[in-house]
């Protein structure tokens, strides 16, 4: 069973569970994952003629769902953040049950300590001494392939930042 079906299977379980805010996440998703399929086939279509074998290559793996997932979730964190300065708590909360929805659904997250540590032994791999710019970009190309759907990007980048120091 694909992400995107158990997501589908998620949605009917939440509408006879008559959970209000797990259909509204789940079908959001739901619909960003559509999109992304859209976006894939639209690019595949020009060079691609054969409508079944279209139909077959523009839909989504297990990867592409969890970049899509990552992308709903970070939307939420960004969303937390303003609702919290500009003293909207309800909306706060609102946002917090749609992240909680949304978290089931990425791999379990990793701790700031095994980040840091990925990130030293990765300084030490390539060799980084210096904390340009340049240096960071090139660190967190490195890290974010191994790390991704496992770690919020802003917390690696903060990390990258400080052992560059």
């Known amino acids: 069973m694909t992400l995107k079906e158990k997501i589908q299977a998620e949605v009917k379980k939440a509408m006879l569970e008559k959970n209000a805010v797990g259909v509204l ?21 020009k060079d691609e003629k054969d409508i079944a074998k279209l139909e077959q290559l523009s839909k ?16 939420r964190k960004d969303s937390i953040e303003q609702f919290a300065q500009g003293g909207r708590s309800d909306l706060v909360e609102k946002e917090k049950k749609e992240l909680e929805v949304l978290m089931k659904y990425l791999p379990e ?18 060799n980084i001494s210096s904390g ?20 919020d990007g802003s917390l690696v980048s903060k990390i990258v930042s400080e052992e560059l120091k």
């Open 25 to 45: 996440v789940l079908r959001m998703l739901l619909a960003s994952i559509l999109n992304k399929e859209k976006e894939k086939r639209a690019k595949l279509s």
């Open 109 to 126: 997250q990793i701790s700031e300590d095994e980040i840091r540590k990925i990130v030293k032994d990765k300084i030490e791999e390539l």
């Open 132 to 151: 340009k710019s340049e240096a960071a970009g090139k660190l967190m190309g490195a890290i974010m392939p191994q790390l991704k759907g496992k770690a």
């Open 60 to 75: 989504i793996n297990d990867e592409e769902a969890l970049e899509v997932i990552s992308s709903e979730v970070k939307k």
